[in-house]
């Protein structure tokens, strides 16, 4: 059974820092490109950041410079460390796996094969 758990989210205060973790089993990690998506209250997914199976890593813009993903192929996990987190921010938080990401200019599109159940992350004074 391929399962994808995430874990991480809470409250936090705007400006503050947090990290996500998703533990993958039942599939092959090491060989999946994994992904980090989120909606927000009231609105559609919205693409956050993805990271190959080399590591290559891609941001969607209003996260650069602010969120920062990595993977640990022998934990089967795929992380995502935020910082300075802004109202905007929040969401549930899923992770998703695909065999192979799309060509860069598609990867906000990217459909996946796996899907973790989510993470709620709430941004607030």
């Known amino acids: 059974e391929v399962q994808l758990v995430e874990s991480g989210g809470t409250l936090v205060q705007p400006g503050e820092s947090l990290k996500l973790s998703c533990v993958s089993s039942?599939?092959?990690?090491?060989?999946?490109?994994m992904s980090w998506v989120r909606q927000a209250p009231g609105k559609g997914f919205e693409w956050v950041s993805s990271?190959?199976?080399?590591?290559?890593?891609s941001y969607r813009d209003s996260v650069k410079g602010r969120f920062t993903i990595s993977r640990d192929n022998e934990k089967n996990t795929v992380y995502l460390q935020m910082t300075m987190l802004q109202p905007e921010d929040t969401a549930v938080y899923y992770c998703?796996?695909?065999?192979?990401?799309?060509?860069?200019?598609?990867?906000?599109?990217?459909?996946?094969?796996?899907w973790g159940q989510g993470t709620q992350v709430t941004v607030s004074s």
């Open positions: 990271i190959t199976t080399r590591g290559s890593a």
């Open positions: 998703a796996a695909v065999r192979t990401l799309p060509l860069p200019s598609l990867i906000p599109t990217a459909t996946y094969d796996y």
């Open positions: 039942g599939f092959a990690f090491d060989i999946y490109d």
